[in-house]
């Protein structure tokens, strides 16, 4: 997969004719999942694109109202990937690039050699959010840019989301994210310290993962090549694992129901 920055993307960088999607994809849940296969469909005629953020544009533009992640960059970059993405065009946000309007954004794609969008049906951006999916098929045909509006996924007779799934981790109720996002919720994390009296690795998870609420979980841990079953306790945002020392000094865990969930079979991010 090819990761250019905006300004390499403007300076038509892939010189090939793209099909792509835009947003943050926090978490790559379902609904993403159906964005990119839209977007792969338009191969070999046009090559794969995603177009992100390096971060969320609401912890810039709202701080204090910002939750978290659902993933890290690399985790998402890892996702794309292994989705079969071929171009990644990562925006740096800034209050400059927020000035942008739906149009001028649009004409942006255009020029770059994108020939056709895919979006959600509750899409929104360009400057004050002017640009909807239905003004967004107004403007890709005076632009002359194919465009498909993507219904939205559903999961229990409402729309999944980014902001759902957040709310399902922070209260605990990781089988219904791992439902949302179609496998289970997943953390990257650095060795803190070793408690020696309690034998127990403490893990400090990256960036601004969200957690869950303290409590006992069932996990897997995947430490370099190697996956094991284990439960770990969620302590002042901390992970701690028990009677266990890890190789490396960064693991990938997934919250997870043994009962339903097989080690073998987890699609690690």
Known sequence: MNVLTWEEFQNNYSQEQLAATVGVFDGLHYGHQVLIETVKQQSPALRSCVITFRENPKKILHPSSYQGSLLTLEQKLSGFQNMGIEYCVMIDFSNNFAKLTGREFLAALYIANVRFLAVGVNFQF?????????????????????????????????????????????????????????RPYQILARRERYAIAEKSEYFLPEDDLLIPPEGQYEAFIKDNDMVQETKVNVVHNHLALMRLRMQSEKIRLAFVDKAVQEKEKIVWL
């Open 126 to 182: 360009g400057h004050n959010l002017d640009t909807n999916a239905t003004r967004v098929e107004k403007l890709s045909e005076e632009i002359g840019l194919r465009s498909c509006i993507v219904k939205n996924i559903m999961y229990h007779s409402h729309a999944i989301s980014s902001s759902r799934i957040r709310h399902a981790v922070l209260e605990g109720r990781l089988g219904e994210a791992a439902e949302m996002l179609g």
